[in-house]
């Protein structure tokens, strides 16, 4: 069998039925014979960071993998930003591009990607989990097994590149090589220190004041239903960090909501003001904004981090007691504890119910929080009745692929979910803009049954909005919902406070993105009066095809007052912005 076809066959093998792609000379072998076969998909993009975020995208929302390829060169560098995004949030992801024949390396041949050339691979080698330059098509079960591993293991979950000259893609493996999935036992491993499990359990039923702060590995591990019953069955309350948004029902009684660059108001009241006895951290990574710059609130609890590997742990706070394992094995654990420490914790039970009431009689209602805004009839929209109006027409189960810039803060407030696959968006440090682009149209690949929403900001949509024509041309019933305030809002609302040169300079031109999806064969509207925006996002979603809605927003102060406290004030211009 020729190296081209058995890669396809290890992907069918692996339930693959899509790889996001930009065709190019080097990858032809692989691409026609893809194309020819055509049990798998190839779905190009309009350009390969799109399709890298695509892959990125439906490795979230399925939960396996994402596959992309691209040419050496500039195909996979396009991809850069791409990758280290996918790198940064563990997500795992196959890179496959294509090289110059390898008697032409080192030759000044259009495109040497080879370490002769310009070396992609040294390049791309700080994000990559692991990477093959096959020169022989010997190399190429053994290789890409290997990489399959690396891949989807938790200690090395990420992107992995698989590069192959075209005379590789051609020649023929060895006879007797047969491809085997990678297991489900390293897919989902389950593991736990039973000694760090057990004295953080002893340390939890010694806490009144005890709390669970869960992370994006419980959404990873599949956990969330087992978070929910062990918070139930001893009335622990629950925060999230924003990239774990969900894992608990946001409108669960237990739920405190979100912490982070947006923090709600119970989560705000209860983790960061009050005086808890013991926190529970699972599966966070505790990087800075998860734990509100590092501050002092946070470092001032008595801390349990459950991780499965703790060098993908940030030191920003100290903790007393480390589990490893996964947040599924922790949660199964905990939940069949049935001793002295249940039976305290149980005795708690009542105290931490009236506690959470006390919390909860303090402040106004997750979702009553700037009751002003979501019901705001200014002129430019507030960006908080945008995405209030979303929530309201758009069916629960509706995947929100959140960009990056000011834009994000407001969904992360406003969209209310039930579940964490009801949002993505690549925050555990990149921020990328344009991801959630891409990542939309890979998510309604891996999930097209679930209604998909894009929303975005109009900056990041003149970096990746091309992709409009990707789900027109894959027939992808999408909402692109653009927050469009004419700027970018991010830096703009620290401009504003420095000169009205700096503000002026944030500006971006009233550019009609309506008319962008139009020509591009989306349906597009555009709204700028508030009480249009129901009956137009209904339309729009009723239409089953992909639109773009353009909605024009004021810039206006993001809901960020408590993390700035902690954070942007001292960190922008020396805190005076
Ligand atoms: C690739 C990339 N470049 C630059 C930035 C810095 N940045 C963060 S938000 C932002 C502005 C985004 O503008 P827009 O998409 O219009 O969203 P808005 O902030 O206006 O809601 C910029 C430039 C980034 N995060 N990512
Ligand atoms: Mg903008």
Redesign the pocket.
């Known amino acids: 069998m020729k190296a081209k076809r058995y890669v396809i066959e290890a992907l069918k093998a692996e339930g693959i039925k899509h790889v996001f792609m930009v065709p190019g000379g080097e990858l032809d072998p692989i691409v026609f014979d893809m194309v020819e076969e055509g049990s798998i998909q190839p779905i190009c993009s309009a350009i390969e960071g799109g399709a890298a975020f695509m892959a990125d995208g439906y490795s979230r929302s399925s939960n396996k993998f994402g596959v992309c390829a691209a040419i050496g060169g500039p195909g996979i560098l396009n991809m850069a ?1 791409a990758i280290a995004t996918a790198a940064a949030d563990h997500s795992p992801m196959l890179v496959i591009s294509g090289d110059v024949p390898l008697d032409e390396e080192g030759k000044g041949f259009i495109q040497d990607s080879s370490s002769l050339g310009i070396n992609t691979s040294a390049v791309l080698s700080p994000l990559m989990s692991g990477q093959v330059e096959a020169h022989s098509a010997h190399q190429i079960p053994f290789g890409l097994k290997n990489l399959m591993t690396k891949m989807l293991t938790p200690s090395t979950k990420g992107p992995v590149h698989l590069s192959m000259t075209l005379d590789v893609q051609d020649n023929d493996v060895p006879d007797d090589a047969t491809y085997k999935p990678v297991s489900e036992s390293l897919l989902h491993p389950k593991y736990l220190n039973e000694s760090g499990f057990e004295a953080s359990f002893s340390a939890l039923s010694d806490g009144k004041k005890v709390v669970i702060y869960a992370g994006s590995e419980v959404r990873k591990s599949a956990s969330w239903e087992l978070l929910a019953k062990f918070a139930e069955k001893y009335s622990i309350p629950v925060a999230t960090t924003i990239s774990a948004k969900g894992v608990i029902s946001e409108e669960h009684e237990l739920s405190l909501g979100i912490v982070g660059w947006v923090i709600h108001p119970y989560a705000n009241k209860l983790v960061m003001e009050d005086d808890i006895d013991v926190m529970l951290c699972l599966g966070v990574q505790l990087n800075s904004a998860e734990t509100m710059a590092g501050s002092k609130e946070f470092k001032a609890k008595t801390t349990i981090v459950n991780y499965p590997n703790f060098h993908n742990v940030f030191q920003n706070i100290d903790y007393e007691y480390e589990v490893l394992g996964d947040s599924y094995s922790f949660l199964s654990h905990a939940l069949e504890v049935n001793d002295d420490r249940s039976t305290k914790l149980l005795g708690s039970k009542q105290f931490r119910q009236e506690w959470l009431a006390g919390v909860k009689a303090a402040c106004n209602n997750v979702n009553e929080y700037d009751v002003e805004n979501i019901t705001s009839e200014s002129n430019p929209i507030h960006p908080a009745r945008l995405v209030k109006a979303l929530r309201k027409v758009l069916p629960q189960d509706t995947v929100m692929a959140i ?5 994000m803060m407001f969904a992360f407030h406003y969209w209310t979910v039930t579940e964490p696959t009801q949002v993505i968006t690549a925050l555990d440090y990149m ?4 991801w959630a682009w891409g990542a939309v149209i890979g998510s309604k690949v891996a999930l097209p049954d679930r209604p998909h929403v894009l929303f ?6 003149l ?1 990746h909005g091309m992709e409009i024509k990707t789900a027109v041309e894959y027939n992808l019933p999408i909402v692109f919902v653009i ?1 469009n ?1 004419r ?5 703009k609302l620290r401009a504003m406070k420095f000169s009205q040169k700096v503000n002026d300079f944030m500006n ?1 031109p009233a550019f009609d993105f309506a008319a962008l999806g139009r020509s591009l064969g989306a349906e597009g509207f555009t709204v700028t009066d508030p009480n249009d925006l129901e009956a137009t996002i209904e339309k729009a979603y009723k239409l089953n095809k992909p639109v773009v809605i353009d909605v024009i927003v004021g810039n206006v102060p993001t809901p960020t007052k408590v993390y700035d406290k902690y954070f942007a004030a001292s960190f922008f211009h020396g805190g005076k912005l």
């Open positions: 930003t960009d990056s810039g000011a834009h921020g990328t803009m344009g975005t900001g109009d900056a990041c949509s970096m927050s305030n700027a970018y809002g991010n830096p971006i």
